[in-house]
């Protein structure tokens, strides 16, 4: 039903015919895929990421083309249709604001069926990183409904640790309060209380290794990772909820490369997989190893990942999840 492949830009036009083409493009190879789709007779859709991966090895110069052999149903998530689908795949673009509540107003309408993708886009800049047979687009998410289930897996190997928070005030990503306090300050004299010192210029690089985690009642803790600190207010990588406890965690080399690897192991076959952008920076070097885990799945470094088996789709960060037919 599915095929997958790892080819150049210009080789997608090998693949015309198919009933239908999913494209997951690298960032830097934008032009070349326009100049590629825009001959394409056979339908298609797909988005961009900062890099894909495939059979255990990175890319920033290539696409992976999934060929169906079945019309597949595609619609943008500012015009949600009917859809008797069992699987929803979502790419959204990761630097709008607006993802989660298209994924809230989609649960609302289609209910519990599986959902898997990410969240597409550059780290550098903000870019039309959604495309289908109307053109490319963003600040929208893309729908894609199949006939048949996938398995689903979510791991990221973060830890709580015993300090926690109220978000007391939150302004969609950015986290204004914390227990009714600057949300910085309290970050900050948390982190200080454990021996790690935090301040505007290192938060980047200190906070990668501290994110928030949002406990559910079953299933992996939402991870909401830290991007940056604006006059005391957070900026986070995904929208956070009020009033709701936070905690702050911590994991390491070991802790994520042991979730990647649960991850990998599981049963199903076409093995799909978004993994976050932000892992790889975090892991640095020992993330070749997590590659080497998703070695049987074609991917995206994603930013943003959702996922859910017949339940809300959340929309994690620095996590791995992996789906496969089932």
Not at 155 to 180: C, M, N, P, Y
Not at 209 to 224: A, I, N, Q, T
Not at 232 to 252: F, K, M, T, W
């Amino acid at each position: 039903m599915m095929g997958f492949d790892n080819v150049k830009p210009e080789e997608i036009g090998e693949f015309d015919g198919a009933e239908h083409l999913m494209i997951l493009a690298s960032e830097q190879c934008v032009d070349e895929l326009k100049e590629s789709i825009a001959e394409l007779k056979s339908p298609f859709f797909g988005a961009i990421f900062p890099e894909i991966f495939f059979r255990g090895k990175r890319y920033s110069d290539r696409v992976i083309v999934v060929r169906f052999d079945f019309k597949v149903d595609v619609f943008r998530g500012s015009e949600l249709k009917e859809t008797d689908g069992r699987t929803l795949m979502v790419f959204a673009d990761g630097n709008f604001d607006g993802s989660e509540e298209i994924l809230e107003k989609a649960f609302m309408k289609y209910g519990s069926v599986t959902y898997i993708g990410g969240g597409a886009g550059s780290l550098g800049k903000n870019i039309q990183c959604l495309f289908d047979t109307r053109g490319f687009f963003s600040k929208d998410c893309l729908f894609v409904s199949l006939p048949f289930e996938f398995n689903v897996k979510v791991r990221h190997g973060w830890r709580a640790t015993e300090l926690e928070f109220i978000s007391t005030k939150i302004q969609g990503r950015r986290v204004v309060e914390l227990d009714w306090r600057s949300a910085f300050d309290v970050y900050s004299e948390a982190l200080e209380s454990i021996g790690v010192e935090i301040d505007p210029e290192n938060f980047f690089d200190v906070a990668k290794g501290y994110p928030f985690g949002l406990r559910r009642l079953e299933g992996e803790m939402v991870v909401k990772d830290p991007l940056a600190v604006e006059r005391g207010v957070i900026v986070c990588a995904g929208r956070v909820p009020e009033n709701c406890v936070l905690s702050l965690i911590h994991g390491d080399a070991k802790s994520l490369l042991s979730a990647a690897r649960e991850c990998a192991d599981i049963e199903g076959e076409n093995l799909i997989a978004f993994d976050c952008i932000s892992r790889m920076l975090y892991l640095s070097e020992h993330y070749k190893q997590e590659l080497k885990y998703l070695k049987d799945a074609a991917g995206a470094m994603t930013i943003g990942e959702i996922a859910a088996k017949k339940t809300y789709p959340d929309f994690y960060n620095k996590t791995v999840v992996v789906g496969g037919l089932d």
